[in-house]
């Protein structure tokens, strides 16, 4: 069930484009949102987002993956 709550976490970035926004979609914390996402990208060994001022953008790698994480959803 640990792999479905990271992908729930991701696809909530995905969606929204930032943490706060996530965080509040998920009633989590920002600092532990973001803890759980960098985790979940260091199981990968990939960047999954690209972190900027306006938010997070979906690098090639995090757009494969979110296309199989909304089939699961």
């Known amino acids: 069930m640990k792999q479905w709550d990271d992908l729930r ?7 929204s484009g930032t943490l706060t926004a996530a965080a509040d979609e998920l009633n989590l914390n920002v600092a532990t949102l973001h803890r759980r996402l960098k985790s979940f990208e260091e199981g990968f060994e990939l960047s999954l987002f690209e972190k900027g001022p306006r938010g997070y953008r ?13 089939e699961l959803e």
């Open 9 to 15: 976490l991701f696809l909530a970035v995905a969606k």
């Open 58 to 70: 979906l690098t090639s790698a995090g757009e494969q993956l979110l296309s199989h994480a909304e």
